[in-house]
DNA sequence: CGATTTGTACGTTCACATTTT
DNA sequence: AAAAATGTGAACGTACAAATC
């Protein structure tokens, strides 16, 4: 027994220990992931120091620490040295995004979804690829090597973004997220820590979950990561590798600088960190600037979605990898897929070719400037993150709103964004904003309406 | 120092531990990797007992038990009580099966490559499919539920099997692989173990190194789990599921008994043990047994490929899911995924309410049986597992005659096939055989001319 | 800057369960 | 059936490192 009486030591949790049996720190762990889930610590709440907890509850201290490291790892809590152990804010959240109902009721401004507008060339193209003798092949067995012609197509992408890739180095996978999930499990083993930054892309979060990975942010400036945060994350955190979004961030929309692709390649070939780009925007811009890959390609593995910008239904990406992350990369491509459908593959090669993806492309930046046009004319004195070339913009609110509250006026008034607290990372709180998907809307008017509706809260909350 | 010295004592390994610095517990973890990787330490060798190593390098035994539990982990070793800690067969073999390039002097009678001779059919409906108006939307993104249309055709699909579903417990998946790596991530966490049997399908070892569970092997009989096995796996072993394939099993070719199927229905229903259940060939009986599935639809998630059945290309498969799965099993997908591709996904609807899928069905089955007939002829003194229905069969040799070897054996005769090795599990030596695979080669000639060489392998070996 | 708070890491002890002999 | 061999797991104590005050 400890020899003082804590009833009324000022500790913000404690568990009743009393009655469990088997091991303790099993216990502990389970005691605290209930009183999570069931509400009794809230996201946020700091929970008492170790010491005091064994202290308090007469065990070892090593055995409190012993529990709290299984919880971190199971993603309840956060710890960190000096300022003590915290509820993590992930906790109760879902990490999924795309998967809600769409109500006919309410404009879709919260997933992102790409154009179908040039849809009919692609389905034009895969007819004429259907009526070829040897089409019956396409509808066999792929591989995320894929066939010369595919990854030739792949490096003649790459080439767009002013990425001379070499052919070889390529592989094929079932979309930008299949992409990252083995990316991730290519260059990570489970309870690595990667960094990313503060707020960012959700897809990354749930493959990160699937795999055990931890996501760490990485102190930024400017939107864009500092080479103090990136050594500092790697000596005192342990963090193994990088996650990036160098175009059109999501969810911030910042477009990296130069300098800044240069001094992550620099930092990655020097401290030996692998680092996954996300280059899935990369041509949506009118003059895009050159990957972080084609500084340090044997340090960056390069991911290329076409969804966003040629169609999403070819569910092809493509992947330049590092020579030595091939062969992982390869082996974690066929754990989550075996196949690619070479149907897909060889239609996204052969727009490729014809260029036709790159009128497409052209096309799609047209359409998202005119629609970004009528958000910034709507939102003229509002702070938009975003240029005009961009497929989301983030919108800063008042000091009063945090993302969320937003988030569920927006929803009263019909149209659904996505706060801030989505794409955080850790466990530092979200700042005020929301994020808004300007291709999703089915029309011009309808986003026109949608980003009105918007501006009205905004106006509102302000007087 | 130790007291005694161990250089005359006979100890399998004996590490140098002097010039390592840092952690005691990560050297030898250290060591031991690069013995096995350098070829030092050969797989299925017996490690000193941990007390002796403990005594042998002055260090204390739970130094050495951790160390040893951290290997196990990465799948270098695996130790039982009593008998030791040994060199895990796995430790240097590669968990890739499909992705060596083809040779062409070569007869392919590994890898499984379905049919492609009814994809004509598939082709002519995709064709239709992109010329209706609304094709546009099949262009765009698809959704792990499917629609409602999609996830009846799979409830009609599954009830071929005799498996009435329901349609809201069906979701779909970027082929069966998929499905079964985002299952295992849906059911099981990191670190756990899940019961198979002793040989079993290699993307499903794959599927669990990414996801880091470990695959155990379940005591069988006649080829098919028995309930003291599974009893004794769960309760001391600490087994959280099981993987199956009850038809035409991978790689011994055996189907599941009635009885069988009843018993493990019961036991995953009793002992609250999820349950994978690969149905990939269930279709592929001309009068298919009941999925376990079936009998206990809350216990079980049900896969069902298009790949063997239909065609490769469609890239779909169909899950039934227990409704307490459902939403992991969603999170999973999309961490993989996000999108199905819904052209490829509706035509496979379109296939099966139209019954054009059950056509080619039908026929890939004739052809299976015809292919059949020509093996038993050839090797019709030879112990060969499966029946005329089976995709695969499953060769016995001779005594003096390893899978391995006989691997290497019939590639110099200018046929591939695989050894038992390919599809072990856990540290068990693997049975004298090979599984070849009837539907791979281009024609019943060259299927014929690769059963005759290996046949004649066999009985020079055996005179 | 130095002291204090706080979490982290490693090695140790001991009790135990299972398998083999 | 008993004894020995062998791996497993929990809890502990100590030294340390980082963050905060």
Redesign the pocket.
Known sequence: MPVNSFDNYPMSWKPDFSRHT??????LVKMLEEDIKNGTLKAGT?????????DYL????????????LC?QKGLVC???????FVSSDATAQTLLLCEERDRHVIEMGAIVPFTSCNHLVRQYMEKLLKRQDSLNLLSYGIPEGTKRHRSAGALWLQKSGFTADSAQILLAAGGQNALTASLGACFERGDKVGTDPLTYPGVKSAAKLLGIHLIPIQTRNYEMTEEGIR?AR????VKGLYIIPDFHNPTAHTMSLETRQMIAKCAVEMDLPVIEDGINNLLADAPLPPVASFAPESVIYLSSLSKTVSAGLRTAFLHTPRRYRQKLIAALYAMNISVSPLLATTAAGLIEEEIAGQILSERRQKIRERNLIVDEILKDTQVSGTAASPLRYIHLPESFTGKEFETYAEKAGVQVYGAERFCVGNKPAPNAVRIAVTTPQSTEELAEGVKRLHKLLIKKRS
Chains 1, 2 share one sequence.
């Open positions: 088997g091991p303790k720190y099993l216990s700091k929970l008492p120091p170790q010491r005091e907890l064994a007469d065990i070892n201290l090593s055995t409190v620490s012993r529990a709290f490291k971190e710890s960190s040295v000096g300022s003590g152990t500092y000596q005192n955190e342990g």
